[in-house]
């Protein structure tokens, strides 16, 4: 068996082992001997077929047996493919976003010259209603006035008053406000008095309702806190009869 078998593992170019076992499944399946098996491999014919059975009913037939595949020849392994060295990648490199703008609120369109032209008509109803209406002249008979009719030695003591330089401390002006409530009668504006340019003192536009001649000839030679305008004889007698005769509100 042993001849046959190499025989047989020669002509097929199998393992004798698989050969073997490949010869016993085939007989035992064919109903012949391995022998027989072997001796059809070695001289190259193919391998008996099975006997038919004797039952009525045909049995399956068995699988043929796996053959071995044949065993590729050895060969030298590869070499592994030689690393071509590659240069470097340089990184791309990108700008970055530009931020998103904050979102903007839009509200209801101003008007500035509407506010500003409101502003200057609410600034000239004032100025009417405080300052050009109560000063306005009256053509009425027996209305008020400013416009006093000053004696000769009076009017030489206005003028003296003007030179003295008391304009810039007190006024002759009582304006119809609040704060002046209590001075006279409002002055207007056909006044031949002198208007002053700063209230530092007391105003002197009805001086005479509240000091009499000799108060104010010690007022204005130096009494109390006031200081002295240093006149004297006729100059100090004309200061203090303009002050005397500064009252406003006289009838026409």
Known sequence: M?????????????????????????????????????????????????????????????????EA?????????EPP?????????????TAPAAPAKPPVLVGAEDNPFRVFAGAIGLFLIVLFVGIVGPSAPETT??????????????EQGRAIYASQGCAFCHTQMVRPVIADVGLGAASLNDTNQVIGIRRFGPDLADVSTRLDAAALTAIVTGAGDHPSTGLGGEDLQALVAYLSESVSGVSR
């Open 69 to 77: 595949p044949a065993e590729a020849p050895q060969t030298a392994p």
């Open 2 to 66: 042993s001849d046959l078998l190499e025989a047989a593992s020669a002509a097929l170019g199998v393992p004798a082992p698989l050969v073997s076992r490949a010869a016993a499944a085939r007989a035992t399946a064919a109903g012949v001997s391995t022998d027989d098996i072997l001796a059809a491999w070695a001289g190259g014919a193919p391998a008996p077929a099975a006997a038919p059975a004797a039952a009525p009913a045909a049995e399956p037939e068995a699988p043929a047996p796996v």
């Open 81 to 93: 493919p030689m690393e071509i060295p590659t240069a470097p990648t340089t990184p791309v490199v």
């Open 141 to 154: 008979p027996g209305a008020r006035t400013s416009d006093i009719p000053y004696s000769a030695l009076a």
